[in-house]
């Protein structure tokens, strides 16, 4: 989620029909820039180079958010909101659910209620307990061949999740909530709520993004049952 | 969302899975059309209704939920799986919900 405004601006965007590094490629009407759907990041066109705020947003079941938010609104299918609108639709849900291959599980005990900070790449679903995050803001996920580093956002109460790529973060220091890294290898210091280099070798480098949402573990578990987890 | 476009390529085109084609390179690597533009189609005048006329929502699906100004709204996942975008208003916040 994103916010639309940028500077005085507030753009529209629309599905481009085009990829760009596995990315969804987004394009604002007012404009026809090209944007990365999982960084939010223009990467062609007028607006080349700015970046749409991402806006921390909530992943449950249907039936929690309404216990959670009684007096909520939800978004109706375009053209009606009768049940018979729903087989309009092709069943895209099953197409969302990536296979997993050759990932380390955890096995054992998580509370079901656990706040957790979910995120899916391509080898598979990751849930990270929020309880984590309170003894190390930062941490990170998955293998050699994909590593995830999460960094807990200033007030704690979610996390940004960024590709590490080669790189090795460890916590450099953290002012007022706000963590910056440090990579192993070059020393530079990176802005952990923005993924990007801000001093050393590498400054100016950007992390891409892999969209997280918050949630609850036995949401997230029961839509991605094969999920790592980080505890 | 790959997976997304696939099957939407396969339901728009008639025929077998037409080729994706490079339009350019960008920062070195391609981006590349499977689909018009606005082939899938945006939400660009969201509607909503409240939880109790929500009768095309399943209890056990997945819902983008947020918060904004002390109004709670929620997008479930299979009609943003269906638009991928939604150009939404809250307050005097404008957002796009994509997932």
């Known amino acids: 989620m994103y916010a639309r405004t940028i500077g005085d601006r507030t753009l529209t965007f629309g599905v481009s029909g085009m990829l760009w590094r596995d990315n969804l490629i987004m394009y604002d009407r007012q404009t026809d820039s090209w944007w990365a759907q999982a960084t939010g990041g223009a990467?062609?066109?007028?607006?080349?180079?700015?970046?749409?705020?991402?806006?921390?947003?909530?992943?449950?079941?249907?039936?929690?958010w309404r216990d959670l938010h009684p007096g909520t609104l939800v978004l109706a299918p375009p053209g009606g909101s009768t049940?018979?609108?729903?087989?309009?639709?092709?069943?895209?849900?099953?197409?969302?659910?990536?296979?997993?291959?050759?990932?380390?599980?955890?096995?054992?005990?998580?509370?079901?209620?656990a706040r957790i900070v979910g995120f899916r790449t391509p080898a598979g679903a990751t849930a990270?307990?929020?309880?984590?995050?309170?003894?190390?803001?930062?941490?990170?996920?998955?293998?050699?061949?994909?590593?995830?580093?999460?960094?807990?956002?200033?007030?704690?109460?979610?996390?940004?999740?960024?590709?590490?790529?080669?790189?090795?973060?460890?916590?450099?220091?953290?002012?007022?909530?706000?963590?910056?890294?440090?990579?192993?290898?070059?020393?530079?210091?990176?802005?952990?709520?923005?993924?990007?280099?801000?001093?050393?070798?590498?400054?100016?480098q950007r992390l891409i993004e892999v969209p997280a949402y918050l949630s609850y573990w036995f949401s997230w578990r029961s839509f991605f049952p094969d999920s790592a987890l980080v505890k | 969302m790959l997976a997304v476009m696939m099957v939407a390529l396969a339901v728009l085109s008639a025929a077998p899975q037409r080729p994706w084609t490079e339009e350019i390179k960008v920062d070195g690597d391609p981006v590349?059309?499977?689909?018009?533009k606005d082939a899938i189609p945006a939400i660009d005048v969201p509607v909503f209704v409240p939880a109790d006329k929500a009768d095309f929502v399943r209890d056990d699906e997945p819902v983008i939920g947020v918060v904004m100004g002390g109004e709670a709204r929620a997008y479930s996942t299979w009609l943003l799986n269906a638009h991928e975008i939604v150009n939404d208003t809250i307050g005097n916040r404008s957002i796009a919900v994509t997932w």
């Open chain 1, 43 to 64: 990467i062609q066109g007028k607006l080349k180079g700015s970046t749409l705020t991402a806006v921390p947003s909530e992943m449950m079941a249907w039936k929690q």
């Open chain 2, 32 to 36: 590349m059309r499977g689909l018009p």
């Open chain 1, 128 to 204: 990270v307990f929020l309880d984590a995050l309170k003894r190390t803001p930062v941490l990170t996920a998955g293998t050699d061949a994909e590593r995830v580093v999460i960094v807990a956002v200033p007030d704690r109460s979610t996390a940004r999740a960024f590709f590490a790529g080669a790189h090795e973060f460890e916590v450099s220091r953290e002012g007022d909530g706000r963590v910056w890294l440090k990579d192993r290898k070059t020393g530079s210091e990176w802005d952990g709520y923005e993924g990007r280099a801000t001093s050393g070798a590498l400054a100016g």
């Open chain 1, 83 to 113: 049940r018979g609108s729903r087989d309009q639709y092709a069943s895209y849900h099953s197409s969302n659910r990536i296979g997993v291959t050759g990932r380390t599980r955890f096995a054992g005990e998580a509370d079901p209620k």
